[in-house]
């Protein structure tokens, strides 16, 4: 930690006045012993969060942009956060490392057997359809010929492919509204509001946040 001095200006106070400065070293001393004592849970909670709304917003307007498969890979961090962040003293931080890694379908069961509710199974087939993605993070994926990456926003939009050639291909796809749905289930579940998360964003980011999202008032103030 630094010393006093040292955070003062890490503040930008400079020169503050006896009463100022032993509010400052109240709050630098708190820091110091939060430091010590390492995150609480709910520090963890928040970082992990404000992360994987980050990369929510991000994966959103990366297919915003037809940016594909790397889309599908950011939504894919996306919901492997959310559901760490639901897991937060469930899971340690060392299995969420070392155990669960980045395998969303072994986090979405854990949280499954943690919620024990039925209704969660209806997310079973976009977890599954996001967790592919997971291969096309690798370069000798993205340039496999018999793999086809789609960009589909609502279920109404898919086109359903016929023929021979079509059951040869290795189809990535998932609905991004079926993506919403999730995120924001796992976001109530965990007692967290969405709009805590989504306050300094820029009007591009409440544009990649709102287009085509059913939840987008959710989250935007």
Same mark, same amino acid.
């Given at each position: 930690?630094?010393?006093?001095?040292?955070?003062? @200006?890490?503040?930008?106070?400079?020169?503050? /006045?006896?009463?100022?400065?032993?509010?400052?070293?109240?709050?630098? =001393?708190?820091?110091? /012993?939060?430091?010590?004592?390492?995150?609480?849970?709910?520090?963890?909670?928040?970082?992990?969060?404000?992360?994987?709304?980050?990369?929510?917003?991000?994966?959103?307007?990366?297919?915003?942009?037809?940016?594909?498969?790397?889309?599908?890979?950011?939504?894919?961090?996306?919901?492997?956060?959310?559901?760490?962040?639901?897991?937060?003293?469930?899971?340690?931080?060392? =299995?969420?490392?070392? @155990?669960?890694?980045?395998?969303?379908?072994?986090?979405?069961?854990?949280? @499954?057997?943690?919620?024990?509710?039925?209704?969660?199974?209806?997310?079973?087939?976009?977890?599954?359809?996001?967790?592919?993605?997971? =291969?096309?993070?690798?370069?000798?994926?993205?340039? =496999?010929? /018999?793999?086809?990456?789609?960009?589909?926003?609502? #279920?109404?939009?898919?086109?359903?492919?016929?023929?021979?050639? /079509?059951?040869?291909?290795?189809?990535?796809?998932?609905?991004?509204?079926?993506?919403?749905?999730?995120?924001?289930?796992?976001?109530?579940?965990?007692?967290?509001?969405?709009?805590?998360?989504?306050?300094?964003?820029?009007?591009?980011?409440?544009?990649?946040?709102?287009?085509?999202?059913?939840?987008?008032? #959710?989250?935007?103030?």
């Amino acid at each position: 930690m630094k010393s006093f001095e040292e955070w003062l @200006k890490s503040q930008q106070v400079e020169n503050p /006045a006896p009463e100022e400065r032993a509010v400052w070293k109240g709050f630098y =001393d708190e820091a110091c /012993a939060r430091a010590a004592s390492g995150p609480t849970e709910d520090d963890l909670r928040l970082r992990f969060c404000d992360l994987a709304t980050q990369y929510y917003v991000a994966g959103r307007s990366a297919a915003m942009a037809q940016l594909t498969p790397v889309y599908g890979n950011l939504v894919h961090h996306a919901v492997e956060m959310f559901l760490k962040t639901a897991l937060v003293g469930v899971v340690s931080l060392e =299995d969420m490392k070392s @155990k669960y890694v980045h395998n969303i379908k072994k986090l979405w069961d854990r949280f @499954k057997a943690e919620e024990t509710d039925p209704a969660l199974d209806q997310f079973d087939a976009v977890i599954s359809a996001v967790d592919a993605f997971e =291969d096309l993070r690798y370069p000798d994926k993205i340039f =496999d010929t /018999a793999i086809n990456v789609n960009l589909t926003w609502q #279920a109404g939009d898919a086109v359903q492919v016929f023929g021979t050639a /079509a059951s040869q291909t290795k189809k990535f796809e998932f609905f991004m509204s079926h993506v919403d749905d999730l995120v924001i289930e796992i976001m109530g579940r965990a007692g967290l509001n969405p709009k805590f998360f989504t306050g300094s964003l820029s009007p591009r980011g409440r544009e990649a946040l709102e287009y085509q999202n059913s939840h987008a008032s #959710a989250w935007l103030g």
